[in-house]
Structures are given as structure tokens and as C-alpha cells.
């Protein structure tokens, strides 16, 4: 059994930061690739910025300069920190993880999400 459990969402002034936390635990050998999502009301999900267990890096452009993912493999843990924060940042952030179990086995697991709403 493998869980994601995200922390850190809230409500925010337009410019203001907020920093994301997603820990993974369970039955866990190995995690790859860690990232966010983000969902807004009536818009399909799209990645926002994801990280590799060698701590590359990919942002969507619309977070560029703004947001930094970042990782603590001991911890099984991945952050978004977000400054700058603009009204349309605000929807459903996703933490997403493919994982391998100990059976050797890899899929995508996923966080129930956490709201961010940035008013202007």
C-alpha cells in the first residue's frame, strides 16, 4: 500500500508565496519521477513542473521563474515552493509519483489534492 499525502495549500494575496509538501510512504523501493498538477474549475489537469531522482528539473512556462520543485529522496518527499503567485494559480494542486514497489512492480500514484487560491 502506497500513499501520498500533500500538505501546505491556502488562501493568499496575489504576489504572496506558498510551499507545497507531498510525502510519500508505504511499501516503497524506489520512486522516479515526482511532480505536480494543478486543476482549475472547468479546465483539465496539467503539469505544472515535475522532478527526476537525479533532481532534473521540467516547469510548465506559465510557473517559470515563479515556482521551484525540489526533492528529499531520504524523505521520499517533494516540494513546490510558489512565488509570485498570479489569480490564475489558483486551483487543485496534485502531487504525482511513479513508484516501485518491492515486488518490482511500477505504476502512478497520486495525492488527494490541496486547494491554492490566490485573490487579487
Known amino acids: 500500500q502506497v500513499q501520498l499525502v500533500e500538505s501546505g495549500g491556502g488562501l493568499v494575496q496575489a504576489g504572496g508565496s506558498l510551499r507545497l509538501s507531498c510525502a510519500a510512504s508505504?511499501?516503497?523501493?524506489?520512486?522516479?519521477?515526482m511532480g505536480w498538477y494543478r486543476q482549475a474549475p472547468g479546465k483539465q489537469r496539467e503539469l505544472v513542473a515535475h522532478?527526476?531522482?537525479?533532481?532534473?528539473?521540467n516547469y510548465a512556462d506559465s510557473v517559470k521563474g515563479r515556482f521551484t520543485i525540489s526533492r528529499d529522496n531520504a524523505k521520499n518527499t517533494v516540494y513546490l515552493q510558489m512565488n509570485s503567485l498570479k489569480p490564475e494559480d489558483t486551483a487543485v494542486y496534485y502531487c504525482?509519483?511513479?513508484?516501485?514497489?518491492?515486488?518490482?512492480?511500477?505504476?502512478?500514484?497520486w495525492g488527494q489534492g490541496t486547494q491554492v487560491t490566490v485573490s487579487s
Open positions: 504525482n509519483a511513479e513508484i516501485w514497489t518491492p515486488r518490482w512492480e511500477s505504476r502512478p500514484y
Open positions: 522532478i527526476s531522482s537525479g533532481s532534473s528539473t
Open positions: 508505504g511499501s516503497i523501493y524506489s520512486i522516479s519521477v
